[in-house]
Structure formats: structure tokens, C-alpha cells
């Protein structure tokens, strides 16, 4: 498993099909995910890809919003992508961005 980081939004038919993989993943794996999926219209975004298949969205708003899909939990995904947007979110306000 080679992932890559990429710090934009995905394709729309990739986020698409995205939530509907991690809904149904949700479903099966018993985990409880309320999205609110607007969220993801931020400049801080990160996208994450195993094989240019979508595994993992989160963006920074006023807090981290991170989901990887069930399947690939417990990989450290979560926490590398908080470790990135908080970096990407410090590096926009001293650099005056929004």
C-alpha cells in the first residue's frame, strides 16, 4: 500500500464515490459517522489515494475534519493527515492567508 497526500480537493466523481463507499463501509463495520459533507469546500484540504483509489478526505474549517474509510483505519492515516492540515492551516495564517 503506497498512499499518496495531496493537498486538494479530489474530482467530484471520486469524492462522490468516495461518500458512498464510506457510508457503506460505516454501515457493515458498525462504525457511527455523522458528515456534514459541505465541510469540504475549505481551502484546506487534503486528499488521500491508495492506487488513485479515494481512502481518505479531511479539511480544516474552525477544527480538523478527517475521514478515512473504515477499511483503512488503524493505518496512521488519521494522524498524518491532522499532523498536515494543522501545518497547512499555521503555514496559510503567518503567510496571510485564509
Known sequence: MKLAYINALP???QFQEFIQTYTEECITFGAQAIV?????????????????????I???TEECHVHVR?????REIET????????ESKFSLVHGQS
Request: proline share 2%.
Open 36 to 56: 456534514n459533507w459541505n465541510d469540504f469546500q475549505s481551502e484546506h484540504v487534503i486528499s488521500v489515494y491508495d492506487e488513485n483509489k479515494l481512502v481518505g
Open 58 to 60: 479531511g479539511c480544516m
Open 70 to 74: 473504515p477499511a483503512y483505519e488503524h
Open 80 to 87: 498524518m493527515m491532522n499532523k498536515l492540515l494543522q501545518a
Open 11 to 13: 474530482e467530484e466523481g
